[in-house]
């Protein structure tokens, strides 16, 4: 994913069931996120939503950057689909495709 956006990804987490990492580019400061499970994908998901926030999600990988209209224009190099999160139990709102 981060040579489609055209930067190198560093690893700065490495948990039990998923790994971050971070790159920059002139357009944008991404945060990568790819996990084991499906399951681990959503429950993360869930977490994030304490935090808000527009992020790209596709099978088993989520990406986070800039604003919503950034990340629908990712989405066609990258697929998935952008899920807006509101912070403390707004409900997401994907977008369609």
Do not use: H, N
Request: hydrophobic share 40%; charged share 20%.
């Amino acid at each position: 994913m981060a040579s489609a956006v055209g930067c190198t990804a560093e690893i700065t987490l490495k948990a039990a069931d998923y790994r971050q990492a971070t790159c920059k580019t002139a357009q944008a400061d991404y945060v990568f996120v790819d996990f084991d499970t499906a399951e681990g994908q959503r429950a993360w998901l869930d977490y994030a939503q304490l935090y808000g926030g527009v992020y790209l999600v596709g099978d088993r990988w989520a990406l986070s950057a800039k604003s919503k209209e950034y990340m629908e224009s990712l989405r066609a190099t990258l697929g998935g689909t952008v899920e807006e999160r509101g912070a403390f139990g707004a409900s997401p709102a994907p977008s369609s495709p």
